[in-house]
């Protein structure tokens, strides 16, 4: 079969929490129209807000780019911000640097990066200080018919 | 257990979603903190929360949580309603505190995430 490949692109901006989660609404939209399991979307999105708060959190602003294929969705977060110094020490839970605001908003708790991980089938980040941070998450479509999950 | 048992026990105000009240959910948690919501992975979960802004309503979205109480007189905004009607959710607001509020569906049989 031949693979055929559909690709979504949505710009992020840094510091405006009412906008924060749009653009993860959008994209749950989309792949429910595709026929993707439920459980793989909520896996998906789920991630993506995750990072959609970050990048508003943290960074100054974000491209989010998704490959829909036959057997893969394929995410990637990049932003540009300050980088993350220490990647295992953030990937720990509890670990966060929030400021007060953002915790007034219900997040802050150094659970976001670890519960991306736990939402994808492969992730991987990497980060430059000065530059900004790239996470490439990757998840396997389970059939709709033949649920094995 | 449906959710019109859930406001008739709270004796609550439902402000939007009012077609989806033959919804049953089986797990109640209850938590200001969006970052705890978002790790659950339990299904028909309904949330108990006195946080009140745009990032509870996309949270719930994005958790598939389809419906939210706010306790202790907590107000939806109208950003909020409009998100949460876009989304077919349930908000439900009681000037019962979070406690009390968990204690009473906790005993009516709504069972805990842990
Ligand atoms: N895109 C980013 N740019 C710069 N720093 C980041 C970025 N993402 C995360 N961090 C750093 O890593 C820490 C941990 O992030 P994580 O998402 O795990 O938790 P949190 O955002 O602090 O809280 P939560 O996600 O539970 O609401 C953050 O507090 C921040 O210091
Ligand atoms: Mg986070």
Same mark, same amino acid.
């Given at each position: 079969?031949? /693979? /055929?490949?559909?690709?979504? !692109?949505?710009?992020? =901006?840094? %510091? $405006?929490? #009412?906008k924060a989660g749009y653009a993860s609404s959008q994209i749950k939209k989309r792949l429910q129209k595709l026929n993707i399991h439920p459980k793989v979307i909520k896996k998906i999105v789920i991630a993506l807000y995750e990072a959609e708060i970050n990048v508003v959190a943290y960074?100054? =602003?974000? &491209?989010?780019?998704? /490959?829909? %294929? +036959? /057997?893969? &969705? #394929? &995410?990637?977060?990049? $932003? +540009? %911000?300050?980088?993350?110094? =220490?990647? +295992? !020490?953030?990937m720990e839970k509890g670990y966060s640097t929030a400021s007060s605001k953002i915790r007034e908003m219900g997040f802050g708790a150094g659970m976001g990066l670890s519960n991306m991980k736990k939402n994808s089938d492969k992730f991987d980040i990497k980060s430059k200080i000065n530059e900004g941070t790239e996470i490439n998450i990757i998840n396997y479509r389970i059939n709709i018919k033949n649920e094995n999950n | 257990m449906e959710v019109k048992e859930v406001v008739s026990i709270l004796n609550a105000k439902v402000i939007c979603g009012k077609q989806y009240l033959d919804k049953s959910v089986d797990f109640g948690f209850a938590s200001d903190l969006m970052s705890d919501v978002l790790t659950l992975d339990a299904d028909n979960i309904l949330l108990i929360t006195g946080l009140s802004n745009l990032q509870t309503i996309r949270t719930l979205e994005m958790s598939d949580i389809c419906v939210v109480i706010l306790a202790r007189d907590k107000k939806a905004s109208k950003g909020m309603i409009e998100l949460a009607i876009e989304s077919d959710l349930l908000i439900i607001e009681t000037e019962k505190s979070m406690f009390k509020t968990a204690g009473l569906l906790f005993e009516a049989g709504l069972k805990s995430v842990y």
């Open positions: 079969m031949v /693979e /055929e490949t559909i690709s979504l !692109q949505y710009k992020i =901006d840094g %510091g $405006d929490f #009412k960074a100054y =602003d974000a &491209v989010i780019r998704i /490959e829909i %294929g +036959n /057997e893969t &969705v #394929k &995410v990637k977060i990049k $932003d +540009n %911000g300050p980088g993350i110094q =220490d990647i +295992n !020490q953030a | -």
